[in-house]
Nanobody
């Protein structure tokens, strides 16, 4: 199983970015799909999760600004990030749970300038 994350970049405060994470090598049975982030000098933190029935939850720090979604057929999870703030600067990681274990993407850098 491999996860390929993309979509990061440099954006000014107030701007938007859309992250994507495509899973390959997974035949079926994807369970939870999540986004995490890790800012310099800080621990990795949870950002959002979407589970098979479509239920979604967000970290308080991103509620109302970020939107997680998925394309089940393409085994891809997205993170639409709006109203970005400098505190959102981090490496963003996708994570999926499958019957074969939990897998992580390589991370994509998001930098928000003030």
């Amino acid at each position: 199983v491999q996860l390929q994350a993309s979509g990061g970049g440099l954006v000014q405060a107030g701007g938007s970015l859309r992250l994507s994470c495509a899973a390959s090598g997974v035949i079926s049975g994807i369970k939870a799909m999540r986004w995490y982030r890790q800012a310099p000098g800080k621990e990795r933190e949870y950002v959002a999760i979407i589970i098979p029935n479509g239920s979604i939850t967000y970290a308080d720090s991103v509620k109302g600004r970020f939107t997680i979604s998925r394309d089940r057929a393409k085994k891809t999870v997205f993170l639409q990030m709006d109203s970005l703030e400098p505190r959102d600067t981090a490496v963003y990681y996708c994570n999926i749970d499958t019957p074969y274990g939990s897998f992580w993407g390589q991370g994509t850098q998001v930098t928000v300038s003030s």
